[in-house]
């Protein structure tokens, strides 16, 4: 069939075989589960392959509502599984929401931005469209799933794409960097870095700016609020939860330090990756991987067995194959007549970015252990399920671009 997407179909197979693969190294019987899930995903995407591409569009605001109610459901309903309350439980099967409230948020947002009123640069549809991330994103906030959370600022970049300012990713950077260097050195050597920056910045933008009170107002409020935030910063820190607390500390402090606690994990995902030497110890042949020594392997922690069994080779494989198809869908949703398939790529190319680059950092110590799976490859029918719907609808809508002729 004209128009099918064969190579980023393909890439989206050997990812879920390969990833089959190893969990099956971890733990037979839900290798053997992750099989079904899989088996199961692939009818759902044929299915939604058939389906009219209009009918995504037509029907985002519900899937939005449901998405939304889904999550706000977990208060009374939901099922606390290590220590979050972000799962249904029915029976033997478990379903946790927020993956498929990301589907429908991107839906939504297509739907909005798509739409022939919309423009970035009035203010009522730019609130609206943070909006429609923001509704979701507090509800996660509140539950809390901090690793979902972060996943929704990958929406930030479909709007950037539709011609958002560039200065918000500058400002989510600045107070990340602020943040982190907070907490490794005293808040008024922070404050002093600030000062001396806005002095560089008026110092080499004097003529390029009208400065007059507005301006200088402005920059001075900005420094100020900074300021504030570095003093605040490590009092936060030590309202957290001491897991979360411990988290963030092992960045700076080692995991050595928590080897008993929150650093568990990663000391020995970054033993079991750094085992692996240049072509791995052979599959099922790991010695981290077959004595369990990572708790949930098969699931947030699933890299470091590729990187024991099958060494810098296949780590280095992995991390290309992941890069080619985010690639590919970034590549076929610029060339996307509709705005509608455009934004809607972007965000599913976007959130499996999100994804891939705080798992991968998670697993080698370079981002605080958080809750958030390697699309495609770790353990889990929700998640699985999930991914392999947007990634069906996405190339539904690429088949239906392509056979347009509008």
Same mark, same amino acid.
């Given at each position: 069939?004209?128009?099918?997407?064969?190579?980023?179909?393909?890439?989206?197979?050997?990812?879920?075989?390969?990833?089959?693969?190893?969990?099956?190294?971890?733990?037979?019987?839900?290798?053997?589960?992750?099989?079904?899930?899989?088996?199961?995903?692939?009818?759902?995407?044929?299915?939604?392959?058939?389906?009219?591409?209009?009918?995504?569009?037509?029907?985002?605001? %519900? #899937?939005?509502? @449901?998405? =939304?109610? /889904?999550?706000?459901?977990?208060?009374?309903?939901?099922?606390? +599984?290590? *220590?979050?309350?972000?799962?249904?439980?029915?029976?033997?099967?478990?379903?946790?929401?927020?993956?498929?409230?990301?589907?429908?948020?991107?839906?939504?947002?297509?739907?909005?931005?798509?739409?022939?009123?919309?423009?970035?640069?009035?203010?009522?549809?730019?609130?609206?469209?943070?909006?429609?991330?923001?509704?979701?994103?507090?509800?996660?906030?509140?539950?809390?799933?901090?690793?979902?959370?972060?996943?929704?600022?990958?929406?930030?970049?479909?709007?950037?794409?539709?011609?958002?300012?560039?200065?918000?990713?500058?400002? %989510? #950077?600045?107070? @990340?960097? =602020?943040? /982190?260097?907070?907490?490794?050195?005293?808040?008024?050597?922070? +404050?002093? *870095?600030?000062?001396?920056?806005?002095?560089?910045?008026?110092?080499?933008?004097?003529?390029?700016?009208?400065?007059?009170?507005?301006?200088?107002?402005?920059?001075?409020?900005?420094?100020?609020?900074?300021?504030?935030?570095?003093?605040?910063?490590?009092?936060?820190?030590?309202?957290?939860?001491?897991?979360?607390?411990?988290?963030?500390?092992?960045?700076?402090?080692?995991?050595?330090?928590?080897?008993?606690?929150?650093?568990?994990?990663?000391?020995?995902?970054?033993?079991?990756?750094?085992?692996?030497?240049?072509?791995?110890?052979?599959?099922?042949?790991?010695? =981290?991987?077959?004595?369990?020594?990572?708790?949930?392997?098969?699931?947030?922690?699933?890299?470091?067995?590729?990187?024991?069994?099958?060494?810098?080779?296949?780590?280095?494989?992995?991390?290309?194959?992941?890069?080619?198809?985010?690639?590919?869908?970034?590549?076929?949703?610029?060339?996307?007549?509709?705005?509608?398939?455009?934004?809607?790529?972007?965000?599913?190319?976007?959130?499996?970015?999100?994804?891939?680059?705080?798992?991968?950092?998670?697993?080698?110590?370079?981002?605080?252990?958080?809750?958030?799976?390697?699309?495609?490859?770790?353990?889990?029918?929700?998640?699985?399920?999930?991914?392999?719907?947007?990634?069906?609808?996405?190339?539904?809508?690429?088949?239906?671009?392509?056979?347009?002729?509008?």
């Amino acid at each position: 069939m004209e128009g099918i997407d064969k190579f980023g179909i393909t890439m989206y197979i050997l990812l879920c075989g390969f990833a089959i693969a190893n969990i099956y190294s971890v733990d037979e019987a839900l290798g053997t589960k992750q099989f079904i899930f899989f088996c199961i995903s692939f009818v759902v995407g044929i299915v939604i392959f058939f389906t009219r591409s209009k009918f995504f569009e037509n029907m985002a605001g %519900i #899937f939005y509502i @449901a998405g =939304v109610l /889904l999550l706000i459901g977990l208060f009374p309903f939901g099922k606390e +599984i290590l *220590g979050q309350k972000n799962w249904y439980k029915f029976g033997s099967f478990t379903m946790q929401p927020v993956e498929f409230a990301k589907i429908s948020t991107a839906l939504m947002l297509a739907n909005y931005v798509s739409g022939a009123d919309f423009n970035l640069n009035n203010r009522n549809s730019l609130i609206s469209a943070l909006a429609i991330i923001g509704v979701p994103a507090v509800v996660v906030l509140m539950i809390p799933d901090v690793g979902s959370l972060l996943v929704f600022f990958a929406f930030a970049i479909a709007l950037y794409r539709e011609g958002l300012s560039g200065w918000l990713f500058i400002f %989510i #950077f600045v107070f @990340a960097a =602020v943040f /982190l260097v907070a907490l490794a050195i005293n808040p008024l050597y922070v +404050i002093g *870095g600030i000062i001396a920056l806005a002095f560089l910045f008026v110092l080499f933008n004097y003529s390029r700016i009208h400065w007059n009170v507005i301006s200088v107002a402005a920059l001075v409020g900005i420094v100020a609020f900074l300021s504030a935030f570095a003093m605040v910063t490590p009092k936060v820190l030590e309202k957290l939860p001491r897991h979360q607390k411990e988290r963030i500390e092992v960045l700076y402090k080692g995991e050595k330090a928590f080897r008993d606690t929150s650093g568990y994990n990663l000391l020995y995902s970054k033993t079991a990756i750094g085992s692996g030497g240049l072509k791995g110890k052979g599959y099922r042949e790991g010695s =981290v991987t077959r004595g369990k020594f990572v708790p949930e392997q098969e699931t947030d922690y699933i890299f470091c067995t590729v990187g024991e069994e099958w060494g810098f080779v296949g780590s280095t494989a992995l991390i290309l194959l992941y890069t080619l198809f985010i690639g590919r869908i970034y590549y076929l949703s610029e060339r996307q007549k509709s705005t509608f398939n455009r934004v809607f790529g972007y965000s599913f190319a976007s959130i499996l970015l999100m994804h891939f680059g705080i798992n991968i950092g998670m697993v080698m110590g370079l981002f605080p252990t958080v809750g958030i799976p390697l699309p495609y490859f770790s353990y889990g029918g929700s998640s699985l399920l999930a991914f392999s719907i947007m990634t069906a609808i996405f190339f539904k809508l690429n088949y239906t671009d392509k056979n347009s002729l509008v």
